[in-house]
């Protein structure tokens, strides 16, 4: 069942009367190119058009909802409710957006969760390898093994075989609808591998050099990257409060500011402050390489 973020109906109710925006959203899905192949990668089943229509009928009944809740607190409170339903247009509006970016950040989680247990995983298959274990039971030793998003993937992989689908053909398809660029690189390795008949054990090895060299750039260009980020967080985070107080403590004696008003200021510093925290947060987090784990 497919889920859209910040829907209030359920999903199978909505995929149903999204029918009615299927239309809109086969033309909405024409002028944004690479969606199905977003949608496959983030293991979403469905064509463009109609995720597109769901999204759009989510957020349909999520502007009436808003729009008549704004209506009522505004109307008591004697405020023009023409501001408040274009404030809720555009706060529809950006939800809308974050839907349809919902593919892509998926796709980007999972290739995180395959790069990050795609190192050990190989490690793993080599020791396999050279002890004598076939590669089609080394394939479905690491399904069963908790190596996250690898273990889906080589499960889908396992399952196709045992259906009687040939090896090659398999992991092609493999290869050709997953995200992650390193985990395409190996098993396009592999695959070459197979073919020309070549030791198996003796291939994955050289994937692995490859991936320990690009594991060690990578840690080499976050490094980097940490050391103006770490200027960043002193300026805004120690610097620039340090001044704040003080200038505000200064400013509320020369200016006679009531203790509401100057409280009202800290509070607000504060609640910046907040955010700036979780702000750089986010920027380590996302900055942080995939193959790290």
Excluded at 8 to 25: C, D, H, N, Q, V
Excluded at 84 to 93: A, H, K
Excluded at 255 to 276: E, R, S, V
């Amino acid at each position: 069942m497919i889920i859209i973020p910040f829907s209030f109906l359920p999903p199978a109710l909505l995929k149903k009367t999204s029918r009615i925006f299927l239309w809109l959203g086969d033309t909405i899905g024409k002028g944004l190119k690479g969606m199905d192949q977003e949608l496959v990668r983030a293991d979403m089943k469905i064509k463009p058009a109609e995720y597109i229509s769901m999204c759009l009928t989510s957020t349909f009944f999520l502007f009436i909802i808003l729009s008549v809740v704004a209506s009522m607190v505004l109307s008591k409170l004697k405020t023009s409710i023409i501001g408040g339903l274009i404030g809720v247009f555009i706060i529809s509006l950006f939800i809308f957006s974050q839907q349809l970016m919902y593919p892509k950040l998926k796709s980007n989680k999972n290739i995180k969760n395959i790069e990050r247990n795609l190192l050990p995983a190989l490690q793993n298959m080599v020791v396999q390898l050279n002890s004598g274990v076939p590669l089609f039971n080394v394939m479905a030793a690491i399904s069963d093994a908790d190596y996250g998003g690898v273990s889906d993937q080589f499960k889908i992989a396992v399952r196709k075989i045992n259906a009687g689908n040939q090896q090659i053909p398999v992991l092609e398809e493999l290869a050709k609808n997953n995200s992650s660029l390193h985990f395409r690189r190996t098993m396009w390795q592999i695959i070459n591998g197979m073919r020309t008949g070549s030791n198996m054990s003796s291939v994955i090895k050289i994937s692995i050099e490859n991936l320990s060299e690009e594991q060690l750039i990578q840690i080499q260009q976050y490094g980097a990257q940490l050391n103006p980020l770490a200027m960043f967080y002193m300026i805004i985070a120690v610097i620039v409060p340090a001044l704040g107080v003080t200038f505000i403590m200064i400013m509320s004696s020369f200016l006679n500011m009531t203790p509401l008003l100057t409280k009202t200021i800290f509070w607000g510093l504060l609640a910046g402050l907040f955010f700036l925290q979780l702000m750089f947060m986010g920027m380590l987090k996302t900055r942080r390489p995939n193959l790290i784990d």
